[in-house]
């Protein structure tokens, strides 16, 4: 009931800072919690950022190894929730998608959320 887009991906240079789209249609964004989740070759699916539901939009979970770095944001008006990435390394290098649940704020496991985009690869190199 929710269509979500990633865009602001790319090559970045070591230490670049791009910021992540995830655009929605369908219904109003600020009625779901919004997870960036992340995924490497041959690696498992985690969790980089999560943003509640509500008009505030407060911050839920932030990964340790990318806490101090990256940010995640809403703008309601626009059905938008960004990920603002800062001093990027190689080992930031993955597929990143963002998920959104409805009015639900509790949880971070990919099995949890039916709503995906189709990911936005970021390569960041040395």
């Known amino acids: 009931q929710v269509q979500l887009v990633e865009s602001g991906g790319g090559l970045v240079q070591a230490g670049g800072s791009p910021r992540l789209s995830c655009a929605a249609s369908?219904?109003?964004?600020?009625?779901?919690?919004v997870v960036w989740f992340r995924q490497a070759p041959g690696k498992e699916r985690e969790a980089v950022a999560a943003?509640?539901?509500?008009?505030?939009?407060?911050?839920?979970y932030t990964a340790d190894s990318v806490k101090g770095r990256f940010t995640i944001s809403r703008d309601n008006a626009k059905n938008t929730v960004y990920l603002q990435m800062n001093s990027l390394r190689p080992e930031d290098t993955a597929v990143y998608y963002c998920a959104a649940r409805y009015r639900n704020n509790g949880g971070y496991d990919p099995n949890d959320y039916d709503y995906w985009g189709q990911g936005t690869q970021v390569t960041v190199s040395s």
């Open positions: 943003i509640r539901w509500s008009w505030s939009g407060g911050n839920l």
């Open positions: 369908g219904r109003t964004f600020s009625s779901y919690a």
